[in-house]
């Protein structure tokens, strides 16, 4: 059975701190690794996604991954009122399904 | 930029009934999927469907559930005979299939079923 952990949260910070999610999978044939955010009643919108260990960097976002350990973590830096959503962590084995987390909430306060 | 479609937003049924989901992957895309997210649960993969026939689908994609791509736009989700269990947001989601891209798939904005 294909597992992703995340914590459900809420993770409740305050406008321009860093943001940091993360999410354990259980499969260790996992290639492919996504953070996706999802606003409620909206469906998940891509916006990281990593396949090599240590961090890739797109703006404010960070995603960190660590094969070993099978975690994956997104940072938010600068955090905004508008980052406030469920983030999913999502996993692939290649060319195949997602296998997703239930989400964490992030709320941002301005 | 391009995006993945889907129709209706909002579906009503009544147990028993069927009912055909349908969606518009992004135009060049190869490998073409769906999800759905029961309300308050996390996002479930029910099928994935590449070079026209089904690569790989879970348990819960019974006999009750099919797809169909009819068209080179379209792709569609038919549930035969609808239970009070189908409802949820129904997913549909495609991607590339480019060399390097690892499977990133990008989703439509959703069916939300209610079966009565």
């Known amino acids: 059975q294909k597992e992703v952990e995340q914590n459900s949260g809420p993770l409740s910070v305050p406008e321009g701190a860093i943001a940091s999610l993360n999410c354990t999978y259980s499969d260790r044939g996992s290639q492919s690794f996504f953070w996706y955010r999802q606003y409620s009643g909206k469906s998940p919108e891509l916006i990281m996604s990593?396949?090599?260990?240590g961090d890739k960097e797109d703006g404010r976002f960070t995603a960190q991954l660590n094969k070993a350990s099978q975690y994956v973590s997104l940072l938010i830096r600068d955090s905004q009122p508008s980052d406030s959503a469920t983030y999913l962590c999502a996993v692939s084995p290649g060319y195949s399904t997602l296998t997703f987390g239930k989400g964490t909430m992030l709320l941002v306060s301005p | 930029e391009p995006e993945v479609t889907q129709t209706p937003s909002h579906q009503v049924t009544q147990m028993g009934q069927e009912v055909i989901l349908r969606c518009v992957p992004i135009?060049?895309?190869?490998?073409f999927y769906w999800y759905r997210q029961i309300l308050g649960q996390k996002v479930e993969f029910l099928v994935s469907?590449?070079?026209?026939?089904?690569?790989?689908k879970s348990e819960i994609f019974d006999d009750q559930f099919s797809v169909e791509r009819p068209d080179g736009s379209n792709f569609t989700l038919k549930i035969r005979s609808t239970k009070l269990e189908d409802s949820a947001m129904y997913f549909c989601?495609?991607?590339?299939?480019?060399?390097?891209?690892?499977?990133?798939?990008?989703f439509g904005p959703g069916t939300r079923l209610t079966v009565l």
């Open positions: 469907f590449y070079n026209n026939e089904i690569s790989e």
């Open positions: 135009s060049n895309h190869l490998y």
């Open positions: 990593i396949y090599s260990n």
């Open positions: 989601a495609s991607g590339a299939g480019l060399a390097g891209d690892y499977n990133e798939q990008f």
